[in-house]
C-alpha cells in the first residue's frame, strides 16, 4: 500500500523566518515519484516539484530547496526567508511507476497549511 | 505543460438530481483522474478515466454514483448523481502525459447541494 503523511496539520512563521514542511511516505516499489504542489487560497493546485526514487540530490529553486531521503523515506521541503505570499496549502504526493495495479495516480497528504505573518 | 479547463466552475443544485463535470485537455495525455477535495481537506482520489473503457474506481466510490467517460485522449466527464449534501465538494480532474510526469489540475467544480 501507498501511503503519504504530512505530521503537520498548520505552521504558523512570521515574514522572512526559514520553514521546513515534512513528508514521510510508505511503498513497495522501488521506483517512484514525489511531489509537492502549492494550493493558494484561490485554489488551484501549483506544481513545485518532481522528484524520482533514484535521484536523492536535494535541489534548490530560489528560496525553495528539497530534501529527499530514500533511508527515512522522507521529502522534506524548506522555505528559505518565507514572504506572506508563501501562505497556502502545500500538499506531498507519491506515485508509484507502472505495475498491474498501478494506474499512475497520485496518492496525496493531508496537506500543511502555512501561515506566513507579516 | 498541459492546460485543463473545466466545466462548470460552479453549480449550486437540488437533491436527488445529476451533474456532469467535463474536462478537456489542451493536448493528448495518457492518464485522467476525478479527485474529490472535501473543504479544508486533501485530495482523495476517485477513479483513474480510462479511454475507451471503464474506468478504475478506488475503495468507497462506485459507478452507480460515479459514472466516468473518456471517449478520447482529451476529454473526460464526470457524473454526480442522486446528489445529497454530502456530495458538496471540490472536483478536480487531473492529468498527466506518462509515469515519469508531474500531473496537472483543473481549477476545480465547486459543487454545492442543497
Known amino acids: 500500500a501507498q501511503k503519504v503523511t504530512q505530521a503537520q496539520t498548520e505552521i504558523s512563521v512570521v515574514e522572512k523566518e526559514d520553514v521546513t514542511l515534512d513528508c514521510v511516505y510508505e511503498t513497495r516499489d522501488t521506483t517512484y515519484y514525489l511531489f509537492w504542489y502549492k494550493q493558494p487560497p484561490s485554489g488551484e493546485l501549483v506544481f513545485l516539484i518532481r522528484r524520482n526514487s533514484f535521484d536523492e540530490q536535494n535541489e534548490i529553486s530560489g528560496r525553495y530547496s528539497w530534501n529527499f531521503q530514500k533511508s527515512t523515506s522522507s521529502f522534506n521541503f524548506t522555505i528559505t526567508a518565507s514572504q506572506v505570499v508563501d501562505s497556502a496549502v502545500y500538499f506531498c504526493?507519491?506515485?508509484?511507476?507502472?505495475?498491474?495495479?498501478?494506474?499512475?495516480?497520485?496518492?496525496f497528504g493531508q496537506g500543511t497549511t502555512l501561515q506566513v505573518k507579516p | 505543460s498541459a492546460v485543463i479547463s473545466q466545466k462548470p466552475s460552479r453549480d449550486i443544485c437540488q437533491r436527488g438530481t445529476s451533474l456532469t463535470i467535463q474536462c478537456q485537455v489542451d493536448s493528448q495525455v495518457t492518464m485522467m483522474f476525478w479527485y474529490r477535495q472535501q473543504p479544508g481537506q486533501s485530495l482523495t482520489l476517485i477513479a483513474t478515466a480510462n479511454q475507451g473503457s471503464e474506468a478504475t474506481y478506488e475503495s468507497g466510490f462506485v459507478i452507480d454514483k460515479f459514472p466516468i467517460s473518456r471517449p478520447n485522449l482529451t476529454f473526460s466527464t464526470l457524473t454526480v448523481s442522486n446528489m445529497s449534501p454530502e456530495d458538496s465538494s471540490i472536483y478536480l480532474c487531473?492529468?498527466?502525459?506518462?509515469?515519469?510526469?508531474?500531473?496537472?489540475f483543473g481549477q476545480g467544480t465547486r459543487l454545492t447541494v442543497v
Open positions: 504526493a507519491l506515485s508509484a511507476t507502472r505495475s498491474s495495479s498501478n494506474t499512475g495516480k497520485l496518492i
Open positions: 487531473s492529468a498527466r502525459e506518462g509515469f515519469r510526469t508531474e500531473a496537472f
